[in-house]
């Protein structure tokens, strides 16, 4: 279906437009479905291991054990078919299935501020990233090692994301629909898109594993909220992506905005809502998609910085 999309989407541009790349950036994603955008927590700063757990710690000065980084951590090493890789696979599994909260969820140990967004969280928050990146990996861990323990881990993650912020859970509503928040902030709504979309994927890869469909039909209303406020994410004028609609405009890294669209085309697949392909194609529009992934991988390996670095603020 997207295919097809994409050639039509082609046909209606103006003549002489640049978009050749646009179809040629969704068929390199489309030809690796299950390789979701995942970081590789090494060339962040500030993360080393501890007993083989990403410690990070940050420019502010706070610290911990952050669970959305081991989850990661152990995602990158699931995309890998060796003995070495599978062991980090196991140990991030094991960490979260340990580390679990009674409720659920993981907690953040440490604070976190960020100016742009107006947020200041202190330790012992929860987020809706940590959820779904969890959630995945435990899934993954089951499927590769049969441990029901983290099979049942992944099942006890979700309840906490249908969980209103303001009693102590991750979803907000929008228009009302249900957004899942990586800051829940009792005071604002945030909404980080890519968050919101990890976790709706997250659910997808659980309800598969035993064909559950009362977890498909809780992603599938989930990617409709997604889908129902993805052009706000648009920078007007352009084919930019914003990090999140609170706060002061941020213009993603190029490393973000290919992650928006390797997003939405994987949701496009799972979910069948169109409109995942049509900010798909164009988002991939961005003239920055033009430098293929080997050229920013080796830029972000010489100076060593994370894909936030390089946002830009308006």
Not at 280 to 286: R, T
Request: with cysteine.
């Amino acid at each position: 279906m997207i295919r097809q999309f994409v050639l039509r989407q082609g046909a209606k541009l103006p003549k002489g437009f640049i978009s050749w790349h646009a179809p040629l950036v969704i068929k390199g994603i489309l030809n690796k479905p299950d390789l979701i955008p995942y970081e590789d927590i090494e060339l962040w700063p500030g993360v080393t291991l501890r007993e083989g757990i990403p410690y990070v710690s940050y420019s502010d000065g706070s610290a911990g054990f952050n669970p959305t980084t081991i989850a990661q951590y152990g995602l990158i090493a699931s995309t890998k078919q060796d003995v070495k890789s599978f062991k980090i696979v196991q140990k991030m599994a094991d960490w979260l299935f340990e580390n679990q909260s009674c409720d659920g969820s993981w907690v953040y140990d440490f604070r976190y501020e960020n100016p742009f967004l107006g947020l200041k969280l202190n330790p012992g928050w929860r987020s809706a990233i940590a959820q779904g990146n969890a959630i995945s990996l435990l899934v993954r861990a089951f499927n590769l090692f049969r441990d029901q323990r983290y099979l049942d881990a992944a099942y006890k993650a979700v309840p906490i994301l249908f969980v209103p912020v303001e009693s102590g859970g991750l979803q907000r509503p929008i228009d009302g629909m249900m957004f899942f928040e990586e800051y829940p902030d009792p005071n604002k709504g945030i909404y980080v898109l890519n968050r919101h979309l990890y976790a709706v994927i997250a659910l997808y890869e659980l309800a598969k594993v035993n064909d559950d469909k009362r977890i498909k039909n809780l992603a599938f209303q989930s990617a409709r909220t997604g889908a129902a406020i993805l052009e706000r994410y648009t920078v007007p004028g352009t084919f930019y992506s914003k990090y999140a609609l609170a706060g002061r405009t941020i213009i993603v890294s190029r490393r973000y905005q290919e992650c928006h669209v390797r997003l939405c085309v994987l949701l496009c697949s799972h979910s069948g809502i169109q409109e995942y392909a049509k900010m798909a194609f164009l988002w991939s529009l961005d003239w920055r998609m033009l430098l293929p992934s080997s050229v920013i991988s080796k830029i972000r390996a010489t100076y060593k910085f994370g894909s936030i670095i390089l946002h830009k603020i308006i």
